[in-house]
Each structure stands twice: as C-alpha cells, then as structure tokens.
C-alpha cells in the first residue's frame, strides 16, 4: 500500500514562530504536493512539486514555503506562523507518466492551530 | 486556468433516495484527468474514480456511476439507493496531461444521508 505520513497529527503553535510540516512518501512518486482544508473552501493547493528541489507555486503560497531535497520528501514552513494559517493540512503524492496519471495519495493530515 | 466547481455545497437526502452531485470543470488541455474523492467524518481521503479526457464511457461500480460528458464539461456523480455510509464531503478534482502541473480540487459537496 501507498503511505504518505505526516509527522505530525496535531500540532499548537505561537503567532510568530518558525513551523515545519513534514510529509513522506514510500511509493517513489515525483509529484507532491501541500493544500490546506478550511470549511466551505474546500482544498486549497498552496505549493507542488514535480521532482526534486522543483517547486510550484499553487493558489495560496503567501506566507509559506516549501523544500524538496529528496524525493520522497516535501517539507511545507511557515516562515512566522499567524493566526489566520490555524488551519488543516493535507499533503498528497501521484505518480506522473507518459501515458496515464494515477490518483494523489493522502496524508492524515496535520491540524495546525496557531495562538 | 484550471478550474473545478461544484455548485452544490450541501445535499440532504433520506436513504434509499437517489442523488446526484455535480462537477463542472474548465481546462485549455486536450489531456487531462478528472478525480472524484470521498472524505468520510474521520478526515481521510478516499479515491473514488479517474477518468481520462480520452474515455468518456459512464461507469457504474456497485451504486456509484459516473457520468463524464466533454460536450458540457462536467463529470457528475450518482448515488443510487443513498445509505447512511455515503455521508461525507465529496471532492471533484482535476489535472492536466502535462508534467509539472497542479492537481485542483472544487469545493467540494457535503451529503448528509438520513434513515
């Protein structure tokens, strides 16, 4: 089976702090990618990454930042941790080939709230 | 752009009744990928279904089925004969054939299935 594992399934941060998320995936996919969840708007996809040490921006990257030193590795920071990124994090793999696209995998999620 | 809406933000049936939940998509691509996910109280997100841009056959899988029309650009979801177990967020989703591009997700639509 597909794992991808988040570090951490709940997580109490300071406004201001510096806040890592981590995920990791087993199934050697190129693609992964970070998406928040807020209620009534769905997943958001903040950055994605197609290969190592590649990343895109997605529709919300402003007050985050990605790594991606190795491939099963896509680490998602908060460089100063506000109230208003108190959210759920989802982080995602897929495989992508010449022929087909299979599904993204999840994580558990990480539940972030910042105080 | 890329774009996924899901104009239904909550459904409530009773069980037994049938229900349909709608996805609209917008793409430039002539390759692209469309995704259904379910995500159950417990938080975790289940792969449904993918369908290429190239199949546009319906598909029935037990008393799910899958309704994928190119012409109105919409990949639409049944439910037949609804249990209390369908109650969940449903996500349509979508990416494109290219490498190097995001996976967007709707909004998503909440059923609620009552006995």
């Known amino acids: 089976d597909v794992k991808v594992t988040q570090s951490s399934r709940y997580l109490v941060k300071r406004t201001g702090e510096k806040v890592f998320l981590e995920c990791v995936q087993d199934?050697?996919?190129?693609?992964m990618f970070w998406y928040r969840q807020d209620p009534g708007l769905g997943l958001r996809l903040i950055y994605f990454?197609?290969?190592?040490?590649?990343?895109e921006k997605g529709d919300i990257p402003e007050g985050y930042s990605v790594s991606r030193e190795k491939k099963e590795r896509f680490s998602l920071i908060l460089e100063s941790a506000s109230t208003n990124q108190t959210s759920m994090y989802l982080c995602?793999?897929?495989?992508?080939?010449?022929?087909?696209?299979?599904?993204?995998?999840f994580g558990q999620g990480t539940r972030l709230t910042v105080v | 752009a890329q774009k996924v809406t899901q104009a239904q933000t909550e459904i409530s049936v009773v069980e037994k009744e049938d229900v349909t939940l709608d996805c609209v998509y917008e793409?430039?691509?002539?390759?692209?990928?469309l995704f259904w996910y379910k995500q159950p109280p417990s938080g975790e997100l289940v792969f449904l279904i993918r369908?290429?841009?190239?199949?546009?056959q319906n598909e029935i899988s037990g008393r799910y089925s899958w309704n994928f029309q190119k012409s109105t650009s919409s990949f639409n979801f049944t439910i037949t004969a609804s249990q209390v177990v369908d109650s969940a967020v449903y996500f349509c989703?979508?990416?494109?054939?290219?490498?190097?591009?995001?996976?967007?997700f709707g909004k998503g639509t909440t059923l609620s299935v009552s006995s």
């Open positions: 369908r290429n841009s190239f199949d546009e």
């Open positions: 793409t430039r691509d002539t390759t692209y990928y």
């Open positions: 199934m050697d996919h190129e693609n």
């Open positions: 995602a793999s897929s495989l992508w080939g010449s022929v087909e696209n299979t599904e993204a995998f």
């Open positions: 990454s197609y290969d190592v040490k590649m990343k």
């Open positions: 989703a979508l990416t494109s054939g290219q490498a190097g591009t995001a996976l967007i």
